[in-house]
């Protein structure tokens, strides 16, 4: 299929369109001032990432901004979901800031608005500043502090003029996958920096939720990502490790800023390693917010494995159809999602899909990038997103990752998640056929 199949009005008033992005991914890093990070600390060490890629140039969005903004407006999308590079805005992640840096983040969201483009940042996607990393990054409860100053400094400057804001993209990554499976960085394999790492950044979110009230800002949401765990079997061992899989992955955050706890089945493994006093840091966590955001992208299979430590299991290969990531398409589990959320925790609260999308093998062909899986996926997301409406869910957004394939972290340039296919050698931007499809549906 070719088109997509769904049609503005078959969403309510006021739902937003969007393609999101995030700094380090897009921007290039090393122009502009920016400040050494973790990831291009991880990225200069053998093994963590394909070819050892990182994100010095990237797409060159530094610089290209503007082209990269028309392409947002051509589409018809009504929002643009970004991220400000802490490293940029404070290259030692505290103390004096970078002139360059904020006024790209100026420039930036006046040129959105000029071009009708709803600004929704999130201020943190992962590029901590290096020297906050040598002081133990999100192990260090202080990182509390250093990122509720960030927050007032780069909202301080922009924030009258953005339309919607989270402080940290995906906690469960900068957690998780960043300090448990070592996968990202800063890449260590530690369940007591885990467990340090997945309370701080609920306690830093928290901090910049607050940061950005006292600047009189609203419309604040928290953005987290979501997999649907199906046990690898029948057993009530797989049960069990396909609950404790969603116990982490899914319900960890979300219990600690909308129900003032964390799921008992996930302390049974962390809580011997969890920081001092961590019980009384809720109120601050909890801090309200207007909106929530859910990333997703797959379900994952999980097998019980009894001879290994907490948690006890390890992923395995499921039978859907995957996309370049491996990843299983599988669009019930969004419904899923949106539903659960809206039920089990019952906040009332508007959520966005603030990132949806896949990595595909795209090529240039006579100046034209077929990609009809994409097209596929976004027409079979969009219709569980349509179900979950129908079902009562108050769904107010879809933000597709990604605007233009970019740096995709530990496997470097090859991953192609974009509307727009950009080659690296060049730096040449082509629209594909999902980003044609995409104009003709929004602007019908
Ligand atoms: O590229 C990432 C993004 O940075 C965060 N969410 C998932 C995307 C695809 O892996």
Not at 228 to 249: H, I, L, V
Not at 264 to 269: E, H, I, S, Y
Not at 333 to 343: D, E, M, Y
Request: glycine share 10%; aromatic share 12%; with cysteine.
């Amino acid at each position: 299929m070719s088109s997509l199949t769904f049609a503005r009005s078959a969403f309510p008033d006021g739902f937003t369109f969007g393609a999101a992005t995030s700094a380090y991914q897009i921007e290039g890093h090393a122009h502009g001032g920016a400040g050494p990070t973790h990831w291009d600390s991880f990225a200069a060490t053998p093994g963590n990432v394909v070819r050892a890629e990182d994100g010095a140039r990237a797409c060159d969005h530094y610089h290209r901004w503007e082209s990269d903004l028309d392409l947002i407006r051509d589409a018809g999308f009504d929002s643009y979901r970004f991220s400000t590079s802490w490293a940029r805005v404070l290259p030692e992640g505290r103390g004096a800031p970078n002139p360059e840096g904020l006024d790209f983040y100026d420039r930036l969201v006046d040129g959105m608005l000029e071009r009708g483009i709803k600004p929704f940042a999130t201020l943190y996607h992962w590029e901590l500043p290096q020297p906050l990393a040598d002081l133990g990054g999100w192990r260090n409860r202080d990182i509390a502090d250093w990122f509720a100053d960030f927050t007032t400094l780069i909202m301080g400057r922009i924030g009258d003029r953005v339309h919607a804001a989270a402080p940290i993209n995906e906690p469960w990554c900068v957690g998780w996958l960043s300090h448990f499976m070592g996968l990202h960085a800063p890449g260590l394999r530690d369940i007591r920096a885990t467990a340090r790492a997945m309370h701080h950044v609920l306690l830093a979110h928290g901090r910049s939720i607050q940061a950005m009230r006292a600047l009189g800002m609203d419309n604040l949401g928290a953005v987290m990502n979501f997999e649907y765990p199906f046990p690898a079997d029948d057993s009530p061992e797989a049960a069990q490790a396909a609950r404790t899989y969603d116990g982490y992955y899914n319900r960890w955050f979300l219990s600690g800023v909308l129900k003032k706890g964390y799921p008992a089945d996930v302390l049974a493994g962390l809580g011997p390693h969890m920081p001092t006093g961590w019980q009384d840091d809720f109120d601050t966590i909890a801090t309200p917010v207007d909106w929530l955001g859910v990333n997703y992208y797959t379900c994952k299979r999980i097998a019980p494995r009894p001879d290994q430590p907490w948690p006890h299991l390890e992923e395995v290969p499921g039978p859907l159809p995957k996309t370049a990531m491996d990843w299983e398409i599988y669009p019930d589990g969004l419904h899923h999602f949106l539903t659960w959320i809206h039920r089990e925790f019952d906040s009332g609260l508007p959520i966005y899909v603030t990132e949806n999308g896949m990595a595909s093998y795209d090529e240039l062909q006579d100046g034209a990038v077929p990609d009809p899986a994409r097209i596929d996926y976004l027409n079979s997301h969009l219709g569980a997103v349509q179900r979950a409406i129908a079902d009562g869910v108050p769904v107010a957004g879809y933000f597709i990752w990604s605007l233009m394939d970019n740096y995709e972290w530990a496997l470097g340039y090859e991953k192609r998640f974009g509307l727009v296919h950009v080659d690296f050698d060049t730096l040449e931007r082509t629209p594909k056929a999902s980003w044609h499809a995409l104009a003709k549906a929004l602007r019908a």
